[in-house]
């Protein structure tokens, strides 16, 4: 029997799989053997709103719950160090269940992902590009006593 935490909105086996891995709302763990679901627990994500290290601390969370694979439709790049410590096997899946998700993984039809397919941290473009140009503000500060030099990135459009 595999038991694998499937990424989730609001948990359970019919819920899709989150696009994001860290700060998914909830995970869904399944238990799965021969094509079907044995068993289900769908656990908050109390990492989902962390200022930093969401996904780290994510699959700790997991861990401790016995998962041998997690799946998410992305994952950071920092979840990788600890998935090789915890012996955790990211795969991505979208466009499926939870359920669905999980037997794919125990028929051998999800690829695991390596460190080097995963996203980096978010890029911002240099200015002018994608639409981002240099903040012009003024900096007055408090009551206008302030002597803030106005070095903000401002932004035109959408990037």
């Known amino acids: 029997m595999k ?3 499937v990424a989730t909105v609001r948990g359970g086996g019919a819920d ?4 994001v891995f860290g700060r998914c709302q909830t995970f869904t763990l399944i238990k799965v053997e021969d ?3 044995k068993g289900e ?4 994500n109390e990492f989902a709103s962390a200022e930093r290290g969401a996904g780290i601390q ?4 997991v861990a401790r719950k016995k998962a041998e694979a997690i799946i998410a439709g992305s994952f950071g790049p920092n979840v990788f160090s600890i998935c090789g410590q915890s012996d955790i096997k990211p795969f991505v899946a979208s466009g ?6 999980a037997k794919a993984y125990e028929k051998g ?6 460190e080097a397919e995963a996203g980096g941290p978010a890029q911002i473009p240099p200015p002018g590009i994608g639409g981002v140009q240099p903040g012009g503000g003024a900096g007055r500060g408090r009551g206008g006593r302030g ?3 106005g070095r903000g990135v401002g932004q035109r459009g959408q990037f």
């Open 96 to 101: 499926m269940t939870a359920s669905e998700a």
């Open 16 to 19: 899709q799989v989150s696009p």
């Open 35 to 37: 094509g079907e679901v």
């Open 109 to 114: 039809d999800l690829e695991p992902v390596s």
């Open 58 to 61: 994510a699959v700790g969370l």
């Open 3 to 5: 038991k694998v935490a």
């Open 147 to 149: 002597f803030g030099g």
């Open 41 to 44: 627990e769908v656990i908050n």
